[in-house]
């Protein structure tokens, strides 16, 4: 039988005092201190029915009993019992959905990037304390357990995650709906550094099986590709057009459950995995044609293989658009089979199907549901029309242009050439409609078109978004200004009504209640645990803002949950942090515009600062850097090779130790940002104002009392609002003054020539300080900062500098910065995503909650 597993060697050799209690209304000599907490209470007479679920799936699922069973097995037993407790519920869930034929939300993402499921289950089961007694009663401990979870690795960023976020308040709000996505089988790549380099490796999560899914053959679906249309006349002599495709692939659901917290509701994410419509050429093997014979399975299993597929290459350009049209030729079949199980005709698709368009890789649902009504159903034109506007909900998530997906019109055809013609139908209605309004404006036209016809003629996703969706949204108050100012200004003059703001939001389940369980029961014990549901009520906290008992406890905490970052640094890198200095934190994905050069060039800075003047205090720092570049990303690429360049240089240095220390996290994903936000003291969120879309990170880093720089851009504008201006660290050229930069001609070499500090940083990058053996392996980087500076690093980097002496200075003071991080976290209730859920039931989908009644 396992046993609890004893501290590893490496991590000992970062020592860590004994937990002690902590209790805000007996406090010790050295004030408040804390303990490690239940996340739910201990249910004795539930322990014994678990522990029999656990046996019971262990003997019949993994086929072994307790003297053969390894760690694997019992986690695999736990999760084959929290999953089928969550199916029960989804069978009442389903049920009561059906019989009371409610209007529910169909959300399709490419990404969802859930995270590990195990956790979140047991807490929103109530079960997470009764599981660990029961666990320790058989001699294993739940975190251990916890940690042989594989991760889905179902998304790149920000916009997966939301996506889950989501999810998770669907159904925490009662809310019928359904999570539509790909299930890649490689999902993003494992991130491994060699020499400072990223290399990408498969993500094998599904090497030792997913307990959590449940496939669905039966609801299996047929889609096309390729081949070509012909015109015909139906029964009544109307014409009509059949698609005689080139190639079919099977798309096979697999339902993954998502519960809810403090509810009996369980929604569904259901996963889409194309497979050959013939998987086996018998005549071909036998002919002695090995490869050929099993070619279309590999062919059409490619489609769902990895998500992103590096989109260089025109094969990989195919691929995607593969992608995209494949999960969401099956998510409109099952939701059309879904409907007409449960209502018997299309007429009234509309009244109870939302279909929502997470960012523009979904877009092609406006031509698909128009095909499938069109051509399959009989509907005329405008009846079409009608149903799929009405049904279809786009939310934008993007300012950068090349996000806003454009797709050659001569592979379009080729790969969906029914589609195209519908896109040129509707193109041509839609244009006919626009020179009624502007019959003097060509240019106009141009813009608003579906198909950009220079360059290269192409095909615009998110106009086609536009035009068939009934809403558009942006995600941050300052994202909707600026898309209708400038990305979809025309279209905001044509149909303002369609636009509102949804500034996202996460769920506090995982990201507080879930991921920091120290800081949870000290809120709950302070002002209890409606917070959980009213991420509003954190307002509550203000009150006790000067009990010094409470300040204490909330240090204690923090440096609990540092300790704790620093044993896995250790652990991991080899690295030893000083858990006392200010932890520097910058995670998310890596991208130019993100900055994550600015941060390092202030790293340098601090360097150069402590190396002049050695015998000068500062406050100790700890920079933490984590995220991923895209494979074909090369400048991305190259920043993080800076970062662990300098992470060497600076590290190794004795004349810094204790001062300054640089850590690059490897692989950042979802688990691992669940032990960075609770420990992280200072949150960068210093992207190029105008540039994010709204950020979640930056709300995951002030629910954990982390303080926040940052420009006013996305949501770090209402964040600000939130908190106070006091409690957050700002920076920067604003939006208008980045425009009015470029407009005049930004010049990076006033910059180098006038700040003496920058110009020692670049040059010490340029002498190959960081790259010894490869002095010239930055210029790239630097090239890009002095020609011609397209995110305005150089202009920005004074302020950023200043306003970093500004968080030190206020670091200092840990009185001062214990009442900030405080009031960070009191004050960010506004950034739940059950409040921007309960919004877009409000204003775009009307969709009523439906709530499902215990067993028995």
Known sequence: MIRPSTQSSQTSQVSQPESPRFSITQPSAEGAVYRDPPLTPYHSESSEQLKQALFTNLYCEQGKDEQFANAHDYYMALAYSVRNELMKKRIRTAKTYADSKAKAVYYLSAEFLMGRHLGNGLINLGLHETMRHTLADMGLELDELLEREAEPGLGNGGLGRLAACFMDSLTTLNLPAIGYGIRYEFGIFTQVLHNGFQHEQPDKWLSFGNPWEIARPDYQVEI?????????????????????????????????????????????????????????????????DYFGAVADKMISENITKVLYPNDETLQGKELRLQQQYFFVACSLQDIIRLHLRDHGHLETLADFAAIQLNDTHPAIGVAELMRILLDEHHFNWDQAWTITQRCFGYTNHTLMPEALECWSVDLFGRLLPRHLELIYEINHRFLSQVKLRYPKDPERLERLSLIAESPERKVRMAN??????????????????????????????????????????????????QCNPRLSQLITETIGESWITNLDDLRHLEAHLDNPTFQQAWHSIKQANKWD?????????????????????????????????????????????ILQHPDQPVVPRTVIFGGKAAPGYAMAKLVVKLITAVADVVNADPIVAGRLKVVFLPNYNVSLAQRIFPASDLSEQISTAGTEASGTGNMKFALNGALTIGTLDGANIEIREEVGADNFFLFGLTTEQVSACKAVGHNPWFYYDTNPELKRVLDSIASGLFAPDHPDLFLPLLDSLLVDDPYLVMADYGAYVQCQEHVSRCYEDQARWTRMSILNAARIGKFSADRTIAEYTRDIWHVKPIEVNPEG
């Open 224 to 288: 096309k590709f390729g081949g070509y249309t012909e015109v015909y006349k139906d029964s009544d002599n109307d014409y009509r057009v059949r698609w005689m495709p080139g190639q079919t692939v099977i798309g096979i659901p697999h339902d993954s459950p998502v519960p809810g917290y403090g509810t009996e509701n369980v929604n569904i994410l259901r996963l889409w995995k194309a497979e050959a419509g013939s998987a086996f050429d018998l005549h071909a093997f036998n002919a002695g």
């Open 464 to 513: 086609l978004a536009c035009v068939g969706s009934h809403a558009i949204n942006g995600v941050a108050a300052l994202h909707t200004e600026l898309l209708k100012q400038d990305v979809l200004r025309d279209f905001y003059e044509l149909w303002p009504d369609k636009f509102t703001n949804k500034t996202n939001g996460i769920t506090p389940r995982r990201w507080l209640l």
């Open 565 to 609: 970052l620093a044993h896995i640094i250790h652990s991991r890198l080899g690295i030893e942090i000083n858990p006392d200095s200010m932890f520097d934190v910058q995670i998310k994905r890596i991208h130019e515009y993100k900055r994550q050069l600015l941060n390092i060039l202030h790293v340098i800075t601090l360097y150069h600062r």
